[in-house]
């Protein structure tokens, strides 16, 4: 496509948000993005979403260790056998 009229997926929106408490606080914030950044970030947080369920299960289902038994020690002064 020429320089007048661009791809449609690599051209940038812009997207603006302000928020404010009271007459101190002001946030402004301001996004570009293009649609093909969009699927991107969105194939991303797709594949992490559909990543924790089995670490989750990972976790939760594997075997515990019994615990640890005391070591029986030969009282002090006794020789010993080796």
Do not use: C, K, W, Y
């Amino acid at each position: 496509m020429d320089a007048d009229n661009p791809h449609p997926l690599a051209a940038p929106q812009t997207a603006r948000a302000s928020l404010r408490a009271g007459d101190r606080f002001v946030m402004e914030a301001e996004v570009r993005a293009t649609p093909l950044g969009l699927l991107a970030v969105g194939g991303l947080v797709a594949v992490i979403l559909l990543a924790v369920p089995p670490i989750v299960r990972a976790h939760i289902g594997r075997p515990r260790l019994p615990p640890a038994r005391p070591i029986a020690l030969p009282p002090p002064g006794a020789a010993s056998a080796l």
